[in-house]
């Protein structure tokens, strides 16, 4: 059965990071819709199934793939932003984050050092701050 399901499918799209979105978009959805009653967010519901159902099953390569890459276009930089900000609050007890005033680099110090002289390593912009 596997492998009749693997020869069906050989051809066809399959699933990517939009195809992903839009399948926890469905599940959002889908499990608000339940609590909240609302036809709406059911029918949004079905919408993005219907959709992310369509695209793993589509035999336009090209298409698909366009479509994947405006979607990573956008995606990408907020995904970096949040990785960033998840980071900064992890290391947030042994080091302290400055911007550089000229360059808006940012720059990781370790905590405890007192006055210090930071150079940014972009600009070479020298600045003291209190760590």
């Given at each position: 059965?596997?492998?009749?399901?693997?020869?069906?499918?050989?051809?066809?799209?399959?699933?990517?990071?939009?195809?992903?979105?839009?399948?926890?978009?469905?599940?959002?959805?889908?499990?608000?819709?339940?609590?909240?009653?609302?036809?709406?967010?059911?029918?949004?519901?079905?919408?993005?199934?219907?959709?992310?159902?369509?695209?793993?099953?589509?035999?336009?390569?090209?298409?698909?793939?366009?479509?994947?890459?405006?979607?990573?276009?956008?995606?990408?930089?907020?995904?970096?932003?949040?990785?960033?900000?998840?980071?900064?609050?992890?290391?947030?007890?042994?080091?302290?984050?400055y911007r550089c005033s000229q360059c808006k680099q940012l720059i990781r110090?370790?905590?405890?050092?007192?006055?210090?002289?930071?150079?940014?390593?972009?600009?070479?912009?020298?600045?003291?701050?209190?760590?």
């Open positions: 059965m596997l492998q009749k399901f693997q020869r069906w499918m050989q051809g066809r799209y399959g699933n990517d990071q939009l195809g992903t979105a839009l399948f926890i978009g469905y599940l959002v959805c889908f499990f608000l819709s339940i609590f909240i009653h609302s036809y709406l967010l059911t029918i949004f519901a079905y919408v993005f199934a219907i959709i992310t159902i369509f695209r793993i099953f589509s035999k336009n390569y090209q298409k698909r793939y366009a479509e994947n890459q405006l979607f990573l276009k956008y995606y990408n930089p907020i995904k970096a932003k949040f990785h960033g900000s998840v980071s900064r609050f992890k290391q947030r007890k042994t080091y302290k984050f110090v370790p905590k405890g050092k007192g006055k210090i002289e930071i150079t940014c390593p972009k600009c070479k912009n020298k600045f003291i701050k209190r760590t």
